[in-house]
């Protein structure tokens, strides 16, 4: 089965319970907004091979901008443009752990319709049970903000749990949000640290230096 059919097979058996959770799209990108400014998102991305594809969830705030600096409304936005991100993989059985590659985590679509939806059901069931338990975690911005430098620093498991991005962008991120709660002390600690750990991000410098001069 080719991508495409199996987009529109997306479209019957797996968007409408999407909809149910407050999620919308139609077949591969999904985005659900909240009133704690997080942003949900969902992408069933396919192998550019064909036969597979992967769910990949991401988290973002309404009152930042992406990686490059964008800005975008709900309605643009999409997991590549998240800051959090974390793939939902199925769980392989005890043979595969152990004799298979992680190419054998991805959903493949199968030969016949049958297959696919067989395939979708269980992308489906694994969203609503792992994928929701994921979103659950950003419900109020002191999640956020209680992350610590030193959290940062050892890479905690908490962090890794959330797919939070890397140790300078991460606290760009939670200085940026303690700025937009008027957090501004805090906000510049932050913001001093990526700035005395920059290394070769040098990108990040007028970010970083712009919070430190009492701007987002």
Same mark, same amino acid.
């Given at each position: 089965?080719?991508?495409?059919?199996?987009?529109?097979?997306?479209?019957?058996?797996?968007? $409408?319970?999407?909809?149910?959770?407050?999620?919308?799209?139609?077949?591969?990108?999904?985005?659900?907004?909240?009133?704690?400014?997080?942003?949900?998102?969902?992408?069933?991305?396919?192998?550019? &091979? +064909?036969?597979?594809?992967?769910?990949?969830?991401?988290?973002?705030?309404?009152?930042? $901008?992406?990686?490059?600096?964008? /800005?975008?409304? &709900?309605?643009?936005?999409?997991?590549?443009?998240?800051?959090?991100?974390?793939?939902?993989?199925?769980? $392989?059985?005890?043979?595969?752990?152990? /004799?298979?590659? =992680?190419?054998?985590?991805?959903?493949?679509?199968?030969?016949? =319709?049958?297959?696919?939806?067989?395939?979708?059901?269980?992308?489906?069931?694994?969203?609503?049970?792992?994928?929701?338990?994921?979103?659950?975690? /950003?419900?109020?911005?002191?999640?956020?903000? &209680?992350?610590?430098?030193?959290?940062?620093?050892?890479? &905690?498991?908490?962090? =890794?749990?959330?797919?939070? $991005?890397?140790?300078?962008?991460?606290?760009?991120?939670?200085?940026?949000?303690?700025? /937009?709660?008027?957090?501004?002390?805090?906000?510049?600690?932050?913001?001093?640290?990526?700035?005395?750990?920059?290394?070769?991000?040098?990108?990040?410098?007028?970010?970083?230096? +712009?919070?430190?001069?009492?701007?987002?």
């Amino acid at each position: 089965m080719n991508t495409k059919d199996f987009r529109k097979l997306i479209r019957v058996y797996f968007a $409408p319970k999407l909809h149910e959770v407050g999620f919308m799209g139609t077949d591969h990108h999904f985005v659900k907004t909240t009133d704690n400014h997080f942003i949900y998102t969902l992408v069933i991305q396919a192998d550019k &091979s +064909g036969g597979s594809c992967v769910m990949e969830m991401g988290v973002h705030l309404d009152f930042l $901008p992406n990686s490059i600096g964008e /800005f975008k409304s &709900s309605n643009e936005i999409t997991t590549y443009d998240c800051e959090f991100r974390k793939r939902l993989n199925k769980n $392989p059985n005890w043979f595969k752990r152990f /004799f298979t590659v =992680e190419r054998e985590r991805w959903f493949q679509y199968g030969e016949t =319709e049958d297959d696919a939806i067989v395939t979708i059901h269980e992308m489906k069931q694994l969203f609503l049970h792992q994928g929701m338990t994921y979103f659950s975690q /950003f419900n109020d911005l002191r999640v956020i903000t &209680s992350i610590s430098l030193a959290e940062i620093i050892a890479r &905690s498991k908490k962090i =890794e749990n959330f797919g939070a $991005p890397l140790d300078l962008r991460l606290a760009l991120l939670i200085a940026r949000t303690h700025k /937009f709660l008027g957090n501004d002390r805090v906000a510049k600690e932050y913001a001093q640290w990526g700035l005395n750990n920059i290394g070769k991000a040098k990108g990040l410098i007028k970010d970083f230096e +712009g919070i430190c001069r009492g701007r987002l």
